[in-house]
């Protein structure tokens, strides 16, 4: 939603700093060019929050049903302080998009519920192509300062 008050962090907070964080990145294929602005997003995000690129793994799966898979089997790793989701499902004629959404919103979720791991959720769901790209770049980033901002919560509350 456009213009929603998410909220605000002074840019000091230490929820925001990402120096000692390790983040895995799971991108969807589908829809490639709006995934890959989202990764790029994303990862020049983690940057800025002070994340280092070795610190970061960032792997491709066919599409948004097959990234809980990839969160899961990450999070089995027990590596991560925290994981980002992306992609893009579009709406199309069928019924498809609902089961599409529903379903990876819904595992993406479980992943975080069933590891208690912060999983940032960037799958953008959108009527058409014009919105998605719209909202690329920004939900990148949100999804970045959302999984650092959680993991150092989730740090302090354990």
Request: glycine residues 6%; hydrophobic residues 45%; negative net charge.
């Amino acid at each position: 939603m456009f213009g929603a008050d998410k909220g605000s962090l002074a840019s000091d907070d230490q929820r925001l700093d990402g120096r000692k964080l390790y983040i895995g990145i799971v991108q969807a294929r589908f829809n490639e060019p709006i995934t890959n602005a989202l990764a790029q997003a994303c990862k020049a995000e983690l940057a800025a929050l002070g994340v280092q690129d070795k610190h970061i793994d960032h792997v491709l799966v066919p599409g948004a049903l097959e990234v809980p898979v990839a969160l899961q089997a990450m999070a089995e790793r027990n590596r991560y302080d925290a994981l980002i989701a992306l992609g893009c499902i579009v709406r199309g004629e069928t019924y498809h998009f609902e089961l599409v959404a529903n379903e990876s919103g819904a595992g993406v979720s479980r992943v975080a519920l069933d590891y208690q791991l912060p999983v940032a959720n960037a799958i953008l769901t959108t009527e058409n192509m014009e919105q998605a790209i719209a909202r690329q770049t920004d939900k990148g980033r949100d999804a970045a300062r959302v999984a650092v901002e959680m993991a150092n919560l989730l740090d302090d509350i354990q």
